[in-house]
C-alpha cells in the first residue's frame, strides 16, 4: 500500500491489502492564527476543514485585521463562484482577549486550531479538553539543527542562519540551538559569526 498526494490510501497489487481512508465532519471548528503567517495558517486548517465537511469560525490576529478581511473577502468570492454556502467561512474580528475567549469556551466548537505562544496555547488546552473538545496547536519552537563532521558547511551554514533569523525569528520553524560534532564546531562558529556581521 502506498500514499497518494492527496493523502488517500492506494490499494497494493494484493485486494486483500486495501484500506479506505473515511473522513467524518466534526461540525464546527474554530481557527485562530497569529499575526505571522496568518493566511497560510488559515489555509491548511480551512482546506481540511472544508473537505472533511466542517464549517469554519476564523479569528485572525488582531494585528492583521486588513489581511484578515482581504482574505475572507477573496475567499466568500470562490465560494459564491461555486455555489457554496457563505456560511462554510465566518469571520470575528475584535481586539485581545475576549473574542477568543468566547470562542474556546464555546461547546459549539467542537475543534479549536491555535497558532501562537505556549502560554495562551496551555490555557486554549485547559479549556477546550475539559469540555471533551479537540486542538491543534502550532506552539513556538525549540528547534535544533545537528552539523556532523561530514556535512556540507555551506549548505549548513546558510540554512542555519536564514532559519534563525529569516522572518525576525518570528516563527514557529525558527532556529533556537546548533548541536555541532567537535570536529566542525570552530569553522561553523568562526562562519556565522562572520554571517552575523552582515545582518
Given at each position: 500500500m502506498s500514499r497518494g498526494l492527496s493523502g488517500s490510501v492506494i490499494p497494493s497489487e494484493r485486494p486483500e491489502?486495501?484500506?479506505?481512508?473515511?473522513?467524518?465532519?466534526?461540525?464546527?471548528?474554530?481557527?485562530?492564527t497569529a499575526f505571522n503567517f496568518p493566511c497560510a495558517v488559515l489555509g491548511w486548517n480551512f482546506a481540511i476543514a472544508a473537505i472533511c465537511g466542517d464549517l469554519t469560525l476564523w479569528k485572525g490576529a488582531s494585528s492583521t485585521s486588513l489581511i484578515t478581511l482581504a482574505t475572507t473577502r477573496v475567499i466568500a468570492e470562490v465560494l459564491e463562484r461555486n455555489n457554496v454556502p457563505p456560511g462554510v467561512l465566518a469571520?470575528?474580528?475584535?481586539?485581545g482577549?475576549?473574542?477568543?475567549?468566547?470562542?474556546?469556551?464555546?461547546?459549539?466548537l467542537e475543534l479549536i486550531s491555535f497558532t501562537g505562544s505556549t502560554p495562551i496555547g496551555k490555557?486554549?488546552?485547559?479549556?477546550?479538553?475539559?469540555?471533551f473538545g479537540r486542538t491543534i496547536m502550532e506552539l513556538g519552537g525549540n528547534n535544533a539543527v545537528v552539523v556532523m563532521?561530514?556535512?556540507?558547511?555551506?549548505?549548513?551554514?546558510?540554512?542555519?542562519?536564514?532559519?534563525?533569523?529569516?522572518?525576525?525569528?518570528?516563527?514557529?520553524?525558527?532556529?533556537?540551538?546548533l548541536i555541532l560534532h567537535s570536529k566542525v564546531y570552530d569553522k561553523v562558529v568562526e562562519k556565522l559569526v562572520s554571517a552575523y556581521k552582515s545582518i
Open positions: 491489502h486495501f484500506m479506505m481512508e473515511m473522513w467524518n465532519p466534526l461540525g464546527l471548528i474554530g481557527v485562530i469571520t470575528v474580528l475584535g481586539g482577549r475576549t473574542i477568543g475567549e468566547l470562542i474556546i469556551n464555546d461547546k459549539r490555557r486554549i488546552s485547559e479549556i477546550v479538553h475539559s469540555r563532521d561530514d556535512a556540507n558547511l555551506e549548505l549548513a551554514l546558510k540554512a542555519c542562519t536564514f532559519s534563525a533569523v529569516g522572518t525576525c525569528g518570528q516563527r514557529c520553524t525558527t532556529l533556537r540551538r
